[in-house]
C-alpha cells in the first residue's frame, strides 16, 4: 500500500509539471483565436465583398483541416523560415485553427445584434467603424459568450495535441511516465482527473461569465 501510495505521489509530481505548461498553450491559442476570429468575424459582415470571399475562404479551409496537420505544418515547415519553439508552433497552430471557428461565433453574434443598433449610431453621428466599435460588436460579444465559453474548453481539450511536437504538457509527461514505468493506467488517469479539473473549473468560470453579461434581448 505505502508503495502504491509514493508511486501515486511520484506520477503525480511529475505530470502536474506539465498543468502550466497546458494552461499557456491554452492561453496563447485563446487569446490568438479572439483576435483573429473578431477581426474575420467583422470583416465578413461588414467588409467589402471581396475580403468577404477571403475571410470566408480562410474558415472553410482552416475548419476541414485536421487540427494536427496545422500544428505539424508550423513546426516541420513554417518554422524552417520563421524561429517557432515546439510551444509556439503548437499554441500558434491551435489558435489559428480556433480562430476560424471563433469567426463563425462572433460573425453569428454580430448578425443577431438588431439592425436598428446600427442605425440609431449612425443617426447620432457615430461613424460606421465608431458605431461597430462601441455600439454593435460590445453586444455581440456578450451574446457570443455562451457558444465561445463551448470554444474555449474544446480548445482546453485540443491542446493535448500539442505533445505531438516535443512539448512537455500533461499528457506528454503522462506518456513519459507510462513508458517508463509501464503502468499506463497510473499515468493517464493522473492526467484524465488533471483535465477533468481544468476543464471543470473553466466551465464554472465561464458560465459565470455568462451569468454576469448576459444581455437581455
Known amino acids: 500500500m505505502a508503495d502504491l501510495f509514493q508511486n501515486l505521489l511520484t506520477t503525480f509530481n511529475f505530470i502536474v509539471q506539465g498543468l502550466w505548461v497546458t494552461i499557456s498553450v491554452t492561453a496563447v491559442a485563446l487569446t490568438v483565436g479572439v483576435v483573429v476570429g473578431i477581426v474575420m468575424a467583422v470583416a465578413r459582415v461588414y ?13 472553410v479551409v482552416v475548419r476541414a483541416v485536421p ?3 496545422i500544428i505539424f505544418l508550423l513546426f516541420f515547415v513554417i518554422s524552417r523560415y520563421v524561429n517557432l519553439s515546439p510551444f509556439w508552433a503548437g499554441a500558434l497552430a491551435l489558435g489559428f485553427a480556433s480562430g476560424a471557428y471563433q469567426t463563425e461565433i462572433f460573425r453569428g453574434a454580430l448578425q443577431a445584434v438588431q439592425p436598428g443598433q446600427m442605425i440609431a449610431a449612425r443617426a447620432i453621428g457615430m461613424s460606421r467603424l465608431q458605431a461597430i466599435q462601441s455600439v454593435v460588436l460590445p453586444q455581440a460579444l456578450r451574446l457570443a459568450l455562451p457558444a465561445w465559453g463551448n470554444e474555449a474548453t474544446l480548445v ?14 500533461i499528457l506528454r509527461r503522462a506518456q513519459q511516465v507510462s513508458a ?22 473553466t466551465t464554472q468560470a465561464l458560465q459565470w461569465l455568462e451569468r454576469r453579461y448576459r444581455l437581455q434581448v
Open 47 to 59: 467588409g467589402h465583398p471581396a475580403l468577404q470571399i477571403v475571410v470566408s475562404a480562410y474558415s
Open 67 to 69: 487540427v494536427i496537420v
Open 156 to 169: 482546453l481539450k485540443d491542446s493535448t495535441l500539442v505533445f505531438a511536437v516535443g512539448v512537455p504538457e
Open 180 to 201: 517508463r514505468t509501464f503502468e499506463p493506467f497510473l499515468a493517464f488517469g493522473v492526467a484524465l482527473l488533471l483535465y477533468l479539473a481544468l476543464t471543470l473549473i
